[in-house]
C-alpha cells in the first residue's frame, strides 16, 4: 500500500510509558548538563563538524547569550510556563549501544503495540516506534536506511543532518540559515548553537521525488532538551512530500523541544511538508509534557508552492507558526492546521504569509480545538509589501469548544502595502452541541464516537490535506487525544 | 413490543416543567400507532424521551421493550434495541457525510448485536439502493451531513437512515411537517414499504395530511401530556374535522 511509497527515517530523541513511550534502558553518552561556549565545542566535535559550521554555532551562541541577557524569550505568546532553566538540561545525548533495546516486537510492551494499532500505525511502523528496527534512530544520532540507494539513483538525497554535512557540504552550507537565520529568534537561535541532529533532503532540478519522505522523531534521555534541525531543499521544478511524525515518552518534568525546520523551494518547485505532533502533553492535572518552541519557514521562489499541514495533538505548550515567505512571483504559500488543547495544554500557533511577489496567492486553513481547561491561540500574519502586485490571501480561522473551561482566541495580524491586495477573512466558534451529540447517539454511536465523528468531521478540510496513511492516523490521534474530555 | 407505563416527564433541572403526565401506552408488533394532538401537548416530547433526549428527565413511570425497562439506557443502547427517531429538525453535522455516518451506525449496531459488520462493499450496495428508493438526489449525499439541506431533504434523508438502519420500533416526529405533497409521499411510501409484521411504527403528527398515506392501526389524540382518546384510523379524520377544541378542557370553560 502507501506503505511502500514511503520512506521513514526515525530520530528516536529522548523514553517511559505514556501511551506512545516506552522504557529504553539504553546506556546513554550524556554530556553534563548547561550550556556553554564548551558543550557548542563538544557537540560539534562530537560530530566531527567542518570548522565554518563551529563557527556557525558559535556565533549563534554568544547571540544568544545577548538574548538572554537582554530581552529573553518572548513573551508575546498565549501561553504561560514556569521560566525554564537553560542550565538544567542536557544538550547532549547519544546511546553508547542499543544492546538493551527490545529485539523484537515480542519483547514489546503488549499495551503499548495495542496503542500503535488503535492509532493504525502499520506493523513495521510499530516496531520502529517501539524501537526494534535497527535503523531506529535513538535521542541525537542518526542511521541511514536502505531506501535511500533507490532514491540515490533519481539523485534525491535524504539523509540525516550530520550526515548531509559530512556528504554535502557545500548545499548544506549554501543553505543553512538561509531562510531561517541563526538570530531570527531566541529559540531558532538556541537551536542553532546546539542542534543534534535532524533531516536533509535534496531534490535534483526537474525530479518528482517518488515516494514520501518520511522522519519520526522522538525524545528519550530525561531532563535532555531537544534540538532538531531539517533542512529541505527543492530545486528548480522538483516536488516533494515530507512527513515527519513526533512522539514522546511520559515524563513527569518538563522536557524543551526548540527544532527549526527550513524549506527551500527553487523556481517552480513544490514541497509539501506534513506533520503529525504527538509530543508528550503532560498528565491531565498538567505534569509533565513536552514545550514545543518551533521555528519553520520557507521560502518560495518564481512560481513555486510550499504547503504546511499540521495536526498538532501533543506538547503542553505548542508555539509554533510555519511561515511562507513569497518572494517569486506567482508563488503560493498554504497553511492546513488542527490544533488539540486538551486538559492543561496551550497552543499558540498559526502562519505568517509575507507576500514579496507579484501574483502571490495564500490560503491559510487553521481549526483550533479546545477541550478541558486547554487554551488554544490562533496568531497569524499576512503581509503584503509594496511590490507584491495583485497578491491575494484567503484565512479561515475556526475554533471548537468542547466543554465550559476551556478557551479559544484569535489573533490575526494583516498588513497590506499594496492597493491591489485582496484580502478574505473568516473566523467562527462553535460547540460541539448536544443536538448533534444526540442526533448521532440515536443512531447508535456511542458518545465518545459521536464526538470523534463531530470533531474529525469538522476538522476535515485540514485533514484531507495529509497523505492517505498520516491522515487516518490523525483522525485516530485526534480521539485518542480527546479521551477523558468527553463525558 | 413496546410499552409505556403511566410515563411522567419534566425538562432536565427545570421546577414544575412537567410536560408528559401519565403516558400509557402499549404498541405490539407490526402495529403503526398515530399519535396527534395539538401544538404543545408534549407529542414531539414523548417521542424524544422514547428515545432517551438527555434533556429530559422521567419523574415516573417507565418504557418497556419486550418487557425490559429501557428508562435508564443511553440514547446508543436504545438504538441497539432496534429504536429509531425521525427527528423533527434533524441536527446538521460539517465534513461527515451521510455515507460515513450511516456505516458507522450500522457497524456500531451490528457490533452490538454480536452480528457481523458488513463490508464496505456491501454496504455501498445497500445505501446506493436506499439512496435510490427514498429519490436524494445523489449529489446531496455527498456533501456533509444535512448541512445545506432544505427541510425536505433533512427529511429524506431521516427517511435514507431508516430504511438503511432497518429500526424493529420507527418513531417518526413530525416527519410531515415542512414537505410538499410529493415528499410527504416518498416518506409514506418509505413507512409502508417497510411496513412488517416484525416492525411498528409510532407517526407523531399534527396534521391528519400524512396520514392519508399511511393508514394507522391506532390513533392516539395527546393533549396535555396525556392521552386522551384512543381509536381506529377514523379518529384521526374526525380530528380533521373538528379540531382538538373538544379535548381542550380550557376552551370547554370559556366556549
Given amino acids: 500500500m502507501t506503505n511502500q511509497k514511503t520512506i521513514s527515517r526515525e530520530t528516536d530523541l529522548s523514553g517511559q510509558e505514556y501511551q506512545w513511550g516506552f522504557v529504553t534502558d539504553v546506556e546513554t553518552d550524556l554530556a553534563p548538563k548547561g550550556l556553554s561556549e564548551d558543550i557548542v565545542r563538544l557537540i560539534s566535535s562530537k560530530k566531527d563538524e567542518p570548522a565554518w559550521l563551529l563557527e556557525w554555532r558559535l556565533k549563534a551562541y554568544r547571540h544568544w547569550v545577548q538574548l538572554s541577557d537582554s530581552e529573553g524569550e518572548p513573551d508575546w505568546a498565549m501561553i504561560d510556563y514556569p521560566s525554564i532553566d537553560y542550565q538544567d538540561i542536557y544538550y547532549y545525548a547519544a546511546p553508547k549501544a542499543a544492546t538493551e533495546a527490545p529485539k523484537s516486537l515480542d519483547d514489546v510492551d503488549p499495551e503499548m503495540l495495542a496503542t500503535f494499532e488503535k492509532l493504525g500505525i502499520p506493523l513495521q511502523e510499530r516496531a520502529k516506534l517501539a524501537g526494534v528496527a535497527v535503523d531506529a534512530v535513538f535521542d541525537s544520532v542518526s542511521v541511514a536506511t536502505t531506501m535511500e540507494e533507490q532514491l540515490g539513483e533519481l539523485g534525491i538525497i535524504f539523509c540525516s543532518f550530520s550526515e548531509a554535512v559530512k556528504k554535502y557540504p557545500e548545499l548544506v552550507k549554501k543553505y543553512l540559515g538561509s531562510v531561517v537565520p541563526y538570530t531570527d529568534n531566541f529559540f531558532a537561535t538556541l537551536n542553532a548553537a546546539v542542534f543534534s541532529d535532524g533531516s536533509f533532503a535534496y531534490i535534483p532540478p526537474g525530479v518528482r521525488c517518488p515516494i514520501e519522505l518520511m522522519t519520526y522523531f522522538r525524545i528519550n534521555t530525561e531532563g535532555s532538551g531537544q534540538f532538531e534541525r531539517t533542512l529541505i531543499v527543492a530545486d528548480k521544478g522538483a516536488y516533494v512530500s515530507y512527513l515527519e511524525g513526533c512522539t514522546a515518552p511520559f515524563r513527569k518534568s518538563h522536557q524543551l523541544h526548540a527544532a527549526t525546520v527550513e524549506l527551500v523551494a527553487l523556481d517552480d518547485a513544490e514541497i509539501k511538508y506534513s506533520t503529525i505532533q504527538n509530543w508528550f502533553p503532560g498528565t491531565p492535572e498538567g505534569e509533565g509534557g513536552v514545550y514545543n518552541f518551533v521555528t519553520k519557514r520557507g521560502r518560495a521562489d518564481k512560481n513555486a508552492k510550499i504547503s504546511w499541514t499540521q495536526v498538532e495533538t501533543g506538547s503542553a505548550i505548542t508555539w509554533k507558526y510555519p511561515s511562507v515567505i513569497l518572494r517569486g512571483d506567482n508563488s503560493v504559500g498554504e497553511f492546513f492546521s488542527v490544533a488539540l488543547a486538551n486538559n492543561h495544554q496551550q497552543a499558540d500557533t498559526g502562519t505568517k504569509m509575507i507576500h514579496i511577489g507579484k501574483n502571490t496567492k495564500s490560503t491559510i486553513v487553521s481549526k483550533g480545538i479546545s477541550a478541558g481547561q486547554g487554551n488554544n491561540t490562533y496568531r497569524g500574519q499576512v503581509q503584503i509589501m509594496p511590490g507584491a502586485e495583485n497578491a491575494v490571501n484567503h484565512t479561515q480561522c475556526d475554533s471548537l469548544l468542547v466543554g465550559d473551561q476551556c478557551g479559544a482566541h484569535t489573533v490575526p495580524y494583516i498588513e497590506v502595502r499594496n492597493p491591489t491586495a485582496r484580502l478574505e477573512h473568516e473566523a467562527s466558534t462553535s460547540k460541539v452541541s448536544d443536538d448533534q451529540l444526540f442526533y448521532l447517539m440515536a443512531r447508535g454511536l456511542s458518545e465518545e464516537e459521536a464526538h470523534h465523528m463531530i470533531i474529525t468531521g469538522w476538522s476535515r478540510d485540514v485533514i484531507r490535506e495529509l497523505p492517505f496513511e498520516f491522515a487516518l492516523e490523525a483522525g485516530q490521534l485526534l480521539k485518542v487525544s480527546l479521551e477523558g474530555a468527553v463525558g | ?255
Fill in chain 2, 1 to 255: 413490543m413496546l410499552e409505556i407505563q403511566n410515563l411522567h416527564a419534566s425538562v432536565l433541572d427545570i421546577e414544575n416543567s412537567e410536560i408528559l403526565k401519565g403516558v400509557d401506552l402499549k404498541v405490539n408488533k407490526g402495529e403503526v400507532h398515530a399519535i396527534m394532538g395539538p401544538n404543545g401537548s408534549g407529542k414531539s416530547t414523548l417521542a424524544n424521551v422514547l428515545m432517551g433526549r438527555p434533556d429530559y428527565e422521567i419523574t415516573d413511570g417507565d418504557i418497556l421493550v419486550d418487557g425490559e425497562s429501557i428508562a435508564e439506557l443511553r440514547p446508543d443502547q436504545r438504538a441497539h434495541l432496534g429504536l429509531f427517531l425521525a427527528f423533527q429538525y434533524p441536527a446538521e453535522i460539517p465534513g461527515v457525510r451521510p455515507w460515513q455516518f450511516l456505516k458507522a451506525a450500522h457497524d456500531a449496531k451490528a457490533e452490538a448485536r454480536g452480528e457481523e459488520k458488513m463490508s464496505v462493499r456491501n454496504f455501498t450496495k445497500l445505501f446506493d439502493e436506499k439512496v435510490e428508493a427514498v429519490g436524494i438526489n445523489p449529489d446531496l449525499v455527498k456533501r456533509s451531513l444535512n448541512e445545506g439541506f432544505s427541510g425536505g431533504e433533512k427529511k429524506r434523508n431521516e427517511m435514507l437512515q431508516l430504511e438503511v438502519l432497518q429500526p424493529s420500533m420507527a418513531i417518526l416526529d413530525e416527519t410531515d411537517s415542512g414537505l410538499d405533497v410529493d415528499a410527504l409521499r416518498i416518506v409514506a411510501e418509505g413507512v409502508n414499504s417497510m411496513r412488517s409484521p416484525e416492525r411498528s411504527f409510532i407517526v407523531v403528527t399534527h396534521y391528519q395530511r400524512l396520514l392519508n398515506y399511511i393508514t394507522p392501526d391506532i390513533v392516539h389524540i395527546l393533549v396535555d401530556g396525556k392521552i386522551v382518546q384512543t381509536g381506529g384510523p377514523e379518529l384521526a379524520l374526525v380530528v380533521e374535522k373538528d379540531g382538538y377544541r373538544e379535548y381542550l378542557p380550557a376552551a370547554g370553560a370559556t366556549g
